[in-house]
């Protein structure tokens, strides 16, 4: 493919590496942010999150003089945003970061540009991005109404933890408002990945995005509703499922202290809001996992009232194992209600978090140290690592199957 100026919007844990991957491969990219100390930093070569390798490939695209951070879009052949689509208190989508980004980049598009929304959206995001180009730049607007730029919704796929690769490797589904601009967006993917690129329109692009999170959601459900009945019954959850695994056709998740995360803990709610009365299993799922929390506190309340002033060790604060991010943590949550109830005897660990200005963080060692309770949330390879000789005086639980 001919190299492109291709404008990047949103540079969070899908833009950055999105960028930095078109600039290795020769493209000219221009990549925005609201944050003046993201764009600072990503033009030193740096980064502002952490993820595998993602260092190594920003230095490498800044360096090559191909990708260049700013906090205003410019022209360009192809956009994509990739900006954060969060809900509101009382769950309804909040696509206000992908308006603003189409309203932001609107004067820039040309009749010929492609415009692609990789934010997680709910359905019918896609032609609200298409209208606010045409009401912000009226020259993008065709004799019939529609636009003459191509707009599609390929919505990201990857895990954090391994987005180098699967941003590369993944299959992607692209979904265009209409058949040209589905071509336009199908044919850009396919010169960037090695996955295959499935053609559909932009509703069931967006809708295929909600419903993967919605499944790995209520799965995860179903091992977390497990691990409280287990419990009910005296039994062993995780000797339980993998028992129960052994089954051809069985594949039991892995229960935790709930799901977090700016993706499986938001997205289901986007199809509840989209059909309230008929989502019924997916709404259920979301409230099964977000228990979890309160029913962890109550776990640890039980073991505590043994002692006077129990000293609590939280192993873990980030949403899932090896990785900086807090958005929507359990473990954070049980935390900090821990800390609301028993203040000072919680001893926090997170050894992938330096700065921290809610409460103070304890190293792994001095909490091993110091803990009656040891609460492992998150299999970080450090709590992998613990010598069960120093659990052996300690209260233990077990949320997130460390000490299996
Ligand atoms: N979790 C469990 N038990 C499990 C697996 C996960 O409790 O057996 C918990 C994790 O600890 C975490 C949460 O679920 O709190 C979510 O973690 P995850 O690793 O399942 O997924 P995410 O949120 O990091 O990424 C998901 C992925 N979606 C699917 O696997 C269907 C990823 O491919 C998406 O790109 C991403 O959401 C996204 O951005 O939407």
Known sequence: MAALDICVVGLGYIGLPTASLLATRGHRVHGVDVSQRVVDTINRGEIHITEPDLDVLVRAAVASGNL?????????????LAVPTPHHADYRPDITYVEASAVAVASYVRPDSLVILESTSPVGTTER????LMEHNPSLRGADGKPKCAVAHCPERVLPGRILYELVENHRIVGGLDARSTDRAVEFYRGVIKGDVHPTDARTAEMCKLVENSFRDVNIAFANELSIVCHKLGMNVRELIKLANRHPRVNILSPGPGVGGHCL???????????????????????????????????VREKAARFKNPVIACLGLTYKQDIDDLRESPSLEITKKLRAEFADGVL?????VKDFPAFPLTSLDEALRRADIVVALVPHKEVLRIDSERLKEKIVIDACGAFK
């Open 68 to 80: 260049k951070a700013a906090l205003q879009p410019r022209e360009a052949d192809v956009f994509i």
């Open 129 to 132: 991005v298409a209208e606010l």
């Open 265 to 299: 803990a938001v997205d289901p709610w986007f199809v509840v809001w989209a059909a309230p009365d008929e989502a019924r299993l997916i709404r259920t799922a979301r409230e099964v996992n977000d228990s979890k929390v309160d029913w962890v506190v109550d776990r």
């Open 348 to 352: 926090a660990v997170e050894p992938n």
